[in-house]
């Protein structure tokens, strides 16, 4: 058996895998040897040991002797460029160990002895190892990041989900080669949907389970649930149903389809062990091509179970989200009562104190939290009591504190707490002020019904005037238009500077106005427009006059019991 290396670490569970013991199950040693590959990220070399799984990483297929690893590593540089070939072979025996590197069955040609020595222990990456490598720079690079969700492979799932659909159940079936592609496709992108998703509720949930949180940090979390979350779970609400759909659909025929393309294509599964003579061979199936990745993937929209589906735990968890920002809100509004955390202004200030002198620590402390001895209060003793400087302050007279120096902190006398302000002037003028505006719009109500029939002989306020303008353009908002037959679309129309302007006119489009009406209950008016070829409206005011062409101004009282007949005016 060959000796470890020197300074080669020992067995993480204080075992000799080589020592006679007791024999674990197979499933345990299995599971131990799995993830004793993990043990270098927590080796206190293991910043040396990850530069050199890198190296490894970046070839496919070579063994590696120390020379070229070495060369690599000083070419690169970083934490394992100072190591010297007698430790990074330790480091590299370890690392084989582990399970992360296998030794190579390279036949060595070498030219002389020296050379067959340095170039006879070559090594490559084992497959559990890579693995286990690219997990950790993943892990290093975007760790802290928050990662995308990618939302618009969703609609691709629901898109392929009801084409496969539709072509399995078509008579004849699916091709095999296309629907080979199909499935492939399919589970690559429900695979990237569901990581993303998982990456960042979890990247969610670390922040928000934070106390600390400041004005801006909130900001911007709180942007992030209700426009980014939102929009997630939106999407996959709306999109849930018709996968499941389609899902239903395609259920009977899957182990069908399943057949049909193991049939056309095994892959790896095709090979026999019994057949060929090969080793028995543990093979990862391509996503998709196993009845349990479709459980999976029906499993993900709908509760096949009783436990629930993942939209669902979706929900729940932009609901719990949502809370968690909820209690950071109130918290922050509790933070103008004192009642907020000082977690981290306490860390900080334990920082301070951490690397302060002596004599500034005391600065320090009497500026955080204003502890001054008891000299410096200021408080004198009483004048017929000389108290000599030696006297014990267990012995000594006492000196009684004000109470307000000794609650508050603060000698100042605290005066009278002022009323609450009275703003009942205000609220009068305003019950005043809207009286009045009320009051004016009644009169010019009034003032509009007595004047209909005759507004080419009167002159309007400029209340009554602004009431009609209202009335006819609500009117006209209303009306029901209809373009007559034969009708242009050419129009001209002219107002003036004196007030005066025009309306209609010959060459506008023509519209018929059949129920163009207004009206204010309130004020208990209500106006009536109708269009009259060649009929002319003519609304004088104090502010000016105002030209009407081709309507008809019916003005009168809302429609009441108590209307009283004849009311209602045609002027023209």
Request: some cysteine; charged content about 25%; overall charge negative.
């Amino acid at each position: 058996m060959e000796p470890p290396a020197p300074g080669a670490a020992h067995d993480t569970a204080g075992q000799n895998p080589a020592a006679p013991g007791p024999a674990a199950p197979d499933g345990q040693s299995e599971a131990r040897r799995r993830l004793d590959a993990y043990s270098y990220l927590g080796a206190p070399e293991r910043l040396e040991h990850l530069a050199i799984m890198r190296v490894f990483c970046g070839t496919l297929l070579a063994d590696l002797a120390v020379p070229d690893v070495l060369a690599k590593l000083r070419e690169d540089g970083g934490p394992a460029a100072g190591l010297d070939a007698d430790g990074l072979t330790v480091r590299l025996e370890q690392l084989v160990r582990w399970g992360n590197l296998l030794r190579s069955s390279h036949t060595v040609k070498a030219s002389s002895i020296s050379e067959y020595q340095r170039s006879r222990a070559r090594y490559q990456l084992s497959k559990l190892g890579g693995r286990i490598q690219r997990d950790a720079d993943g892990v290093l690079a975007e760790a802290d990041a928050a990662r995308e969700v990618s939302n618009e492979l969703l609609a691709l799932v629901e898109r392929g989900l009801g084409e496969l659909a539709e072509l399995v159940t078509a008579p004849g079936g699916i091709e095999p080669q296309d629907g080979l592609e199909r499935v492939s496709t399919l589970f690559v992108q429900f695979s990237e949907f569901a990581d993303s998703v998982r990456d960042f509720y979890a990247y969610l949930g670390q922040v928000l389970a934070r106390y600390d949180l400041d004005g801006a940090e909130y900001q911007g979390f709180k942007q992030l649930l209700l426009d980014y979350v939102e929009a997630i779970t939106e999407d996959v609400a709306f999109r849930a149903p018709r996968i499941s759909a389609a899902l239903d659909t395609l259920w009977p025929h899957v182990p069908g389809l399943l057949a049909r393309l193991d049939a056309h294509a095994q892959g790896l599964a095709g090979l026999s062990p019994q057949g060929d003579g090969l080793p028995e061979t543990r093979v990862l199936r391509s996503r998709g091509r196993e009845f349990a990745d479709w459980e999976g993937l029906r499993g993900w929209f709908s509760d096949t179970h009783g436990d629930g589906s993942q939209v669902d735990q979706l929900r729940d968890a932009t609901l719990r989200a949502l809370q968690s920002l909820l209690a950071n809100a109130k918290r922050m509004l509790r933070s103008a009562t004192g009642e907020m955390s000082r977690r981290r202004d306490l860390l900080r200030l334990a920082r301070w104190f951490d690397g302060a002198a002596p004599q500034d620590a005391h600065d320090i402390a009497v500026a955080a939290f204003g502890l001054y001895g008891a000299r410096h209060l200021g408080i004198p003793p009483a004048t017929d009591e000389v108290v000599p400087a030696y006297t014990s302050w267990w012995t000594g007279p006492v000196v009684e504190v004000p109470v307000a120096l000794r609650e508050r902190g603060s000698r100042a006398q605290r005066g009278r707490a002022s009323a609450v302000e009275d703003h009942s002037a205000q609220k009068r003028r305003l019950r005043e002020a809207a009286r009045e505006r009320a009051a004016a719009r009644a009169a010019a109500a009034d003032e509009l019904r007595s004047s209909s029939g005759r507004f080419a002989e009167v002159r309007l306020t400029s209340e009554a005037l602004g009431l009609l303008l209202e009335l006819l353009a609500t009117a006209l908002g209303n009306a029901q238009l209809r373009r007559r037959a034969g009708a242009n679309g050419s129009g001209n129309g002219n107002a003036n500077g004196n007030g005066n302007g025009s309306v209609g006119g010959e060459g506008m489009t023509e519209f018929d106005l059949d129920g163009a009406h207004s009206a204010d209950a309130e004020l208990g008016i209500r106006l009536t427009v109708r269009r009259t070829a060649g009929a002319r409206c003519v609304l004088r005011s104090v502010d000016g006059d105002l030209l009407l062409d081709d309507l008809e101004l019916d003005v009168g009282r809302t429609s009441s019991g108590t209307a009283a007949a004849g009311a209602e005016a045609s002027v023209s």
